[in-house]
């Protein structure tokens, strides 16, 4: 029992070791200086989805920074398409389900912000 505690104790002082030391932060990083524009992005996004962009973000997903936009398109049908904000190349272009909108919602309240919004209604 006396062993347990201590093991459990030094658990948490390494924890708590590793969440102060710079560099380990479980956040995002600083997006880099030499993004491509929000404007720049959208215009990308709007070339690869024909309809309206909804809103759009500046996010580091899956170790890249992306724009990401919500777009409905004139199929009627709600569009995710994501820009590399590096290049400007489309990273993916996706139809969005309800169900696929409710977990990535889910997904991105349990995340760290995003940097940028754009939100166009």
Not at 45 to 62: C, D, H, M, Q, R
């Amino acid at each position: 029992m006396k062993m347990d505690r201590m093991l459990l104790r030094w658990k948490v002082v390494f924890t708590i070791a590793a969440l102060a030391i710079p560099g380990l932060s479980l956040a995002a990083p600083k997006p880099p200086k030499n993004v491509i524009s929000m404007p720049k992005a959208r215009q990308v996004a709007l070339k690869t989805v024909s309809g309206k962009i909804t809103s759009g973000e500046l996010e580091f997903e899956n170790k890249l920074w992306i724009y990401s936009f919500d777009m409905s398109g004139k199929d009627g049908k709600n569009h995710e398409v994501n820009v590399d904000a590096m290049t400007g190349k489309v990273v993916s272009a996706t139809i969005e389900t309800p169900a696929m909108e409710a977990k990535e919602a889910k997904q991105d309240k349990a995340a760290a912000p995003s940097v940028a919004t754009d939100q166009k209604k």
